[in-house]
């Protein structure tokens, strides 16, 4: 017995699940494609209500596509149209797989979030966590830097350094190799199970992930930076409020920490990555789908009446 007999909602199917239909799930596919939340919900609210005046109970999810994207030319929102037919294709096609970097406290994983809510990307993974894992395999006198922050690391370096080389940079380049081998196999699993998942922290940097990997066409690279120290102190006092991650420590360490966001950022120049300045959550959300949408252009074949 389907769903259709457990609720009054109209019931959307596909190959091998069926579930209620949700404006909130139809509102996040356009935002994805571009369109302001508010007019995605009513838009939603729109054509759960056609539905329900044609008394229809259960709907494809393909005939529902196809009913948003002729929905969607009917109102002129003609390039809306077809970016979300765009995603609907590339998400039933590719894993799609995103690493959002930047330096501590620059915004990464609120942005990464708010990402995978729009794309119904189901999983974001932190790199503090896949250093953790990583802490579990590697012990603290093999890779003491391991064990440090990235913006502490440089304390664990026990041999000389050149006379010029900068040892808070060099400290946090030793601190983020050992956890990009963990980075890569995720990658690795995700694109084996064929899932999409987000990558984000500010163990990402442009240069130091093996080149087998940026080339992929659906493995996208971006770098959140912020150029203002003023907002970017005000984000670890932000962040200590619904945290148990204490400002003091950040402000601490912070010119280190600045240091680290201008070389993330230099190094992304250097590796044609493109980076994002996260002053505001909206323009950053809509300025890195405007770049990943870019970016999976090439990967559609294009087939129209593919829905
Ligand atoms: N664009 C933004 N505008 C305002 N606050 C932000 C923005 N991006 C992130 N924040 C806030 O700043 C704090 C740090 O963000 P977070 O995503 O935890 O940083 P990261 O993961 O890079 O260390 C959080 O409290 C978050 O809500
Ligand atoms: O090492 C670091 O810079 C941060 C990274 O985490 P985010 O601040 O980027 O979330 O982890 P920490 O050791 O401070 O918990």
Redesign the pocket.
């Known amino acids: 017995m389907g769903f259709e007999y457990l609720t009054n909602q109209i019931i959307v199917k596909d190959k091998d699940y069926e579930m209620p239909f949700s404006k909130g799930i139809l509102a996040r596919s356009l935002t994805a494609a571009g369109l302001k939340p508010s007019i995605a919900y009513s838009i939603a609210r729109e054509i759960e209500g056609m539905l329900k005046d044609e008394g229809v109970k259960v709907i494809s999810k393909d005939e529902l596509r196809r009913r948003v994207y002729y929905y969607l030319i009917d109102k002129n929102y003609y390039h809306i149209a077809e970016k979300y037919l765009l995603w609907r294709r590339i998400l039933k096609k590719h894993p799609i797989i995103i690493l959002i970097g930047?330096?501590?406290?620059?915004?990464?994983?609120?942005?990464?979030?708010e990402i995978a809510s729009r794309l119904g990307i189901p999983s974001v993974i932190?790199t503090?966590s896949i250093r953790e894992v990583m802490r579990r395999s590697i012990s603290k006198d093999l890779v003491p830097m391991l064990y440090e922050s990235s913006y502490t690391a440089w304390k664990a370096i026990r041999t000389p350094l050149p006379e010029n080389c900068n040892i808070y940079i060099t400290g946090f380049e030793r601190h983020i190799e050992p956890v990009l081998i963990g980075v890569e196999g995720i990658i690795d699993r995700s694109l084996t199970e064929g899932l999409s998942v987000i990558i984000?922290?500010?163990h990402l940097v442009p240069g130091f992930i093996s080149e087998k990997y940026t080339t992929m066409p659906n493995i996208i690279f971006i770098v959140?930076s912020?150029s203002s120290e003023e907002?970017h102190k005000?984000?670890?006092s932000?962040?200590?409020?619904?945290?148990n991650?204490p400002m003091e420590r950040y402000l601490k360490h912070f010119k280190i920490i600045r240091m680290i966001n201008d070389y993330i950022v230099e190094q992304a120049k250097k590796n044609n990555v493109p980076v994002v300045e996260?002053?505001?959550?909206?323009?950053?959300v809509e300025k890195c789908l405007e770049i990943i949408t870019e970016r999976f252009m090439n990967l559609d074949d294009g087939n129209d009446d593919d829905f």
């Open positions: 930047g330096a501590s406290g620059v915004g990464t994983s609120t942005i990464a979030f932190g503090d984000e922290g500010t959140l912020l907002l005000k984000r670890f932000a962040r200590a409020r619904v945290s991650r996260n002053v505001s959550i909206s323009q950053t």
